[in-house]
């Protein structure tokens, strides 16, 4: 989805590079891709959550456009705010359904183009959420964590035939993403957890616009990761990089942490083997 944020300007970023790209966006907002459009974009209207026949159809129509596909970039999503309690069923399916199972789909729909040229990169848009715990928003983090085990997953299943995969995880970027049209709408539901969701609500607000990252940067590496050039060049290529100075502190405290905990509990954890003779 190339319709806002980064996935925009890393469009725009690519264009200006002198890539061919096909902007995608849902069809009630499709025609926030005209700039783009005119800036020499491919435009496709693509819903992530739609069904994998019809995933299918649109990979089929983007590979007629210029004959392949050298990258995807599974950019679409959105953030779900509220306690895990107090989001609805209907609500966590949504967010889930969008996040991971439509990025999976799209995934599947495009990699037979790929695995037939034995060659392409996928993308997926990761998050510091996927390093932490983020009360009031664990359900969006859970999908950002499960994109970084699937993208892992995939790049070993696809290597061996010339392909790759890769978890972008973002930190906090000066984009559109912590404003209404790319999260949901504020939730206290519970008594219990209003002085926690209330909270985290007024630092996200205090928070937007004063993000550290520049997105301007961000998508500038993001076309030298796929072109293996700038900073990215003579590196072998990574399963996952940490994007933003907050996300590799976070998952940096992450490991040592995860590290810590394994050497404190490591009796414990050889104590459930069968005895060695």
Known sequence: MSSSGIGRDLALA????????????????????????????????????????????AAKQAVNIYGKIDVLVNNAGYMLVGAIEES???????????NVFGALNVAR???PYMR????????WMGSVGGWRSVPYGG?????????????????????????????LDLGYFRTSFLGDSQRGPPVSRIADYQPLTEAAEARFQAYNGKQPGNPAIAVELLVDLAHGTGNIKGKEFPTAINLGSDSYSVAKKASQDALARLEEWKEVSYSTDFEQH
């Open 14 to 57: 690519a264009l200006a590079r002198g890539d061919k790209v096909i902007a995608t966006a849902r069809g009630r907002t499709v025609s926030k891709l005209d700039d783009l459009k005119s800036a020499g974009a491919a435009t496709l209207e693509l819903d992530v959550t739609s069904p994998l026949e019809k995933l299918h159809e």
């Open 88 to 98: 609805t069923p209907e609500e966590t399916f949504n967010q889930f359904n969008t």
């Open 109 to 111: 729909a495009f990699l």
């Open 116 to 123: 037939e040229k034995k060659s392409g990169i996928v993308m």
């Open 139 to 167: 359900l969006y983090a859970t999908t950002k964590w499960a994109l970084r085990g699937i993208s892992e997953t995939l790049h070993d299943e696809i290597s061996p035939l010339g392909l790759k995969s890769i978890c």
